[in-house]
């Protein structure tokens, strides 16, 4: 058996391989594909009338293209020189994806809550793609470069601290590891000041109506037809073309089936949870930037009576972006249990109905829909907040990787100096000018396919 001390050697070793000052390399010109044509490539299979949405969202500004553009980032990752060092990668490792969500114990917990791409892959990959994420978000507030460059020293040394801490002290020690002080850094205290407010009875008003007689809109008064259970229902989901619209017929009917398989996959005292609920109304809702064109359902069901709604989300997940980069084509695995087993692996607790199912030939995740979540806007990454949130994202990602990787490994590659932090800095700092770069490329080409056909 290897011990601490001679995994931390290993990992120092692993220097000669990678030289710590080789991540600070960017350049446009190592790219072979038109960035343009990586993203057409990465729409196949999606709801064509959604892709354009996509797009428009992308296009918002170069923070909304660069969360989007997952493929992109992952192809140009690829070009670069690599550790061998793994862990399990988020694979969408920004700002925007770590969040507020509750836990199976009621908590609200304060954690990395995006896992679509997740797999295994170089730690330094998801390093770079958070310390991009605060230049750009940083930017979009309005902060200057240098601060912007500040918030990336911030969250390097944070990550760097943290997995030297987890790589001293016991294994169950890192497994059980806590971030002390959330509620002491201003915007993830506004975080969860908001995340307390989002039960799912504010879903219940947010995203469904009451409906009065012969099905119409109403006061609620009397019963507009039958659940799926053959129980009156008196609210349904609201339409909002096209992010929310209802699911009726087969489709419909499809996604209730989908839950047996889905029950499945939850650990037995959650299935007698689940099957205390009764299904009331499906719709397919429109999430997100990155995945915007993919298949997402949400199904309202009802526990104790109307006060106690369950929103479930049955989310169409693909292979991660990181496939190709990765030595190509792997063993057929279940798309939504990888996104599972990868969110399992790196959070200290998960979303205790968090699952996958299958559905018409596609493969899904299921989870709790808006149960106390709430995210950061990046116009509250300013000053101050900007810095200090850069150092919960160090401390995360850190506690994320050492959880379902090798942190002794990391921690002696990356050091106890600033060099590796100096370096991935510089990477930041390049990527996000060559995102707002890639940006202009789409926003013109666009607007001549716009003019072309008007």
């Given at each position: 058996m290897v011990g601490r001390v001679e995994r931390v050697a290993a990992g120092v070793m692993a220097r000669k391989q990678m030289r710590r000052v080789e991540h600070a390399k960017w350049e446009e010109k190592w790219r072979k594909g038109s960035p343009l044509e990586l993203m057409k490539s990465s729409m196949e299979g999606r709801v064509s009338s959604l892709v354009g949405l996509k797009y428009e969202r992308m296009m918002a500004s170069p923070f909304g293209y660069f969360r989007g553009a997952v493929p992109v980032m992952a192809y140009d990752l690829s070009l670069l020189p690599r550790t061998a060092l793994t862990t399990q990668l988020c694979g969408d490792a920004h700002v925007l994806n770590l969040g507020a969500y509750a836990g199976p114990d009621g908590r609200l917990l304060f954690d990395i809550n995006d896992f679509d791409e997740t797999m295994e892959g170089p730690f330094e990959w998801d390093v770079k793609r958070m310390a991009t994420s605060l230049v750009l978000a940083g930017r979009e507030a309005g902060e200057k470069r240098l601060h912007c460059w500040e918030a990336t020293r911030v969250f390097l040394e944070q990550y760097r601290t943290t997995m030297w801490e987890l790589a001293r002290i016991p294994v169950l020690g890192v497994a059980r590891y806590q971030v002390r002080r959330l509620r002491d850094v201003a915007p993830v205290d506004?975080?969860?000041?908001?995340?307390?407010?989002?039960?799912?009875?504010?879903?219940?008003?947010?995203?469904?109506?009451?409906?009065?007689?012969?099905?119409?809109?109403?006061?609620?008064?009397?019963?507009?037809?039958?659940?799926?259970?053959?129980?009156?229902?008196?609210?349904?989901?609201?339409?909002?073309?096209?992010?929310?619209?209802?699911?009726t017929g087969v489709v419909r009917q499809q996604v209730l089936d989908s839950l047996a398989l889905y029950g499945e996959s939850l650990e037995p005292q959650r299935r007698r949870m689940l099957a205390q609920y009764v299904p009331v109304d499906v719709a397919f809702k429109v999430v997100g930037t990155g995945s915007v064109g993919l298949r997402d359902y949400v199904i309202y069901l009802q526990g104790n009576g109307a006060g106690d709604p369950l929103f479930l989300q049955v989310k169409e997940e693909v292979q991660s972006a990181y496939v190709p980069c990765l030595g190509g084509a792997r063993k057929k695995e279940h798309q939504g249990r990888r996104v599972v087993e990868g969110e399992r692996a790196m959070q200290v607790q998960s979303d205790p109905f968090l699952g996958w199912t299958t559905l018409d030939g596609r493969e899904y995740l299921v989870r709790q829909l808006n149960d106390h979540k709430a995210t950061i806007m990046p116009q509250d990454l300013k000053a101050t907040g900007l810095l200090e949130y850069a150092g919960v994202c160090g401390e995360l990602l850190a506690r994320g990787h050492a959880r379902a990787g090798e942190c002794a490994m990391v921690a002696g590659y990356i050091g106890t100096s600033e060099r590796f932090d100096e370096a991935v800095g510089r990477f930041a700092a390049a990527y996000a000018d060559q995102t707002e770069k890639d940006w202009e490329g789409l926003v013109k080409a666009k607007r001549r396919k716009a003019a072309k056909n008007s």
């Open positions: 506004g975080i969860l000041r908001m995340a307390e407010r989002a039960t799912p009875l504010h879903t219940l008003e947010a995203l469904t109506e009451l409906v009065g007689p012969a099905g119409k809109k109403g006061s609620g008064k009397g019963m507009a037809g039958k659940g799926v259970a053959g129980k009156s229902v008196a609210r349904r989901f609201k339409t909002v073309k096209p992010v929310l619209t209802s699911v």
